[in-house]
């Protein structure tokens, strides 16, 4: 099959959209599919790697989350791309510019559109005028619209999926996790050096207890709650240190709250870091944390069971069935509480060993490999069903090299 997925974040990007295309991009490239990836201009992106498979569109900051990238020009150009590598299905990841720009394009040339529901954008109104511009009620109608004349919409859990429900969106929601590339996470001997030259840089002592938090520092993220927990737990664990990679609005907001405790000694801001290096941050901490419930999977949460580090998260339905608290996990359900659920857990540590056992278990589901193995035969699904159904020259000569 020929693909073309069209997404507003992608590599050099870190996140879990862009995440999730880099590892279905490269299990579908594995299985002899073309895939093509659309995308938005990024200037730090290594134009030399992408190796005719990345096209990208010129593209400005997003008014209101500048370190994301909306396309302003480039359609002609993407429909000759469509005709002259013969494309057989579209797979939108936004429903902003490039998105827009791929419903467009398989309506054009009768092509089916999948797309993915990345996003619970009823969390991130806050960053419209504070919430006060753009209704939740809003969110459902513009939902409803883009999604209307997919082939099928993806929802990664199913949290997203009634969400999608309540919209009132028709047509078919498959809930399809991302998958996780294991192997990546795997520990390595070869992550020590890098390991000791992460703790080098960060001063970090062999005595001290590390808590990880990965992702983007922002408002919905709710990541004041790891800061505002340290001080009641360092009264009984003084050792601890809060490690924080990422990158995003509130960093600058977070690091004055942590002067303003008395908390320079004990937090390490990173700022965002390479892709390569994260599974080295995983291993060499103790424990993971997030107080977010704005995922839609979590998949910073598989990334970090799969890495043997345990998870401590904040209760919430998009992770009802991959933490299970004190069996795969361990869960807290008031921001309040965090800091007495990590002092727990930091007494008991000869319970961390069940707990990444039955994790790594826990989540063989959510391989990559299953994930591609899914959304291939929806792929190939959609395109039978769009073949028999539009009888142009293209499209029958697209069914008989398919058969």
């Known amino acids: 099959m020929r693909i073309a997925l069209f997404t507003d974040t992608y590599h050099p990007q870190i996140n879990g959209v862009a995440t999730s295309i880099m590892v279905l991009e490269k299990y579908l490239q594995q299985r002899g599919h073309d895939v093509y990836v659309f995308t938005s201009s990024d200037s730090h992106a290594d134009l030399t790697e992408e190796n005719g498979k990345v096209f990208r569109f010129p593209s400005l900051g997003a008014l209101f989350v500048p370190e994301r990238r909306l396309a302003v020009a480039g359609l002609s150009r993407a429909s000759h791309l469509i005709e002259d590598l013969d494309i057989d299905l579209i797979h939108t990841h936004t429903e902003f510019s490039m998105g827009v720009m791929g419903k467009m394009l398989a309506k054009k040339y009768h092509l089916p559109c999948i797309h993915t529901y990345h996003t619970m954008y009823k969390d991130y109104l806050h960053y419209i005028a504070k919430g006060k511009l753009i209704p939740p009620s809003l969110v459902g109608i513009l939902s409803r619209l883009y999604c209307k004349k997919t082939y099928a919409v993806i929802a ?69 709650v790891l800061i505002e927990s340290l001080p009641t737990l360092l009264l009984e664990h003084p050792f601890v ?107 008991r540590p000869d319970q961390f060993r069940s707990i ?48």
């Open 156 to 224: 990664p859990t199913e949290k997203v999926k009634k969400q999608l429900e309540q919209y009132n969106i028709r047509g078919s929601i498959r809930t399809i996790p991302t998958g996780i590339d294991f192997a990546t996470f795997k520990r390595d001997f070869k992550q020590i050096e890098t390991i000791y030259q992460i703790k080098e840089k960060l001063q970090l002592q062999s005595t001290d207890t590390i808590l990880l938090s990965v992702g983007r520092i922002a408002q919905e993220k709710n990541m004041r």
């Open 241 to 347: 240190k809060l490690v924080m990679v990422g990158d995003g609005p509130e960093k600058k907001e977070l690091m004055q709250l942590t002067k303003k405790l008395g908390l320079t000694e004990s937090v390490r801001f990173t700022g965002a870091i390479p892709w390569s290096d994260i599974p080295a941050y995983y291993q060499m901490a103790d424990l993971f944390l997030s107080a977010s419930t704005s995922e839609t999977q979590g998949l910073t949460y598989i990334e970090a069971m799969a890495s043997g580090l345990p998870v401590v998260a904040k209760q919430d339905p998009s992770i009802e069935e991959l933490l299970i608290d004190k069996r795969t996990g361990f869960l807290f359900q008031e921001d309040l509480e965090l800091a007495e659920t990590l002092s727990n857990i930091l007494n």
């Open 356 to 403: 990444k056992q039955q994790a790594k278990r826990h989540i063989e589901r959510l391989s990559a490999d299953h994930f591609a193995n899914q959304m291939e035969q929806l792929y190939e699904e959609a395109i039978y069903s769009y073949v028999t159904s539009h009888h142009s020259i293209r499209t029958l000569n697209k069914k008989e090299r398919l058969s």
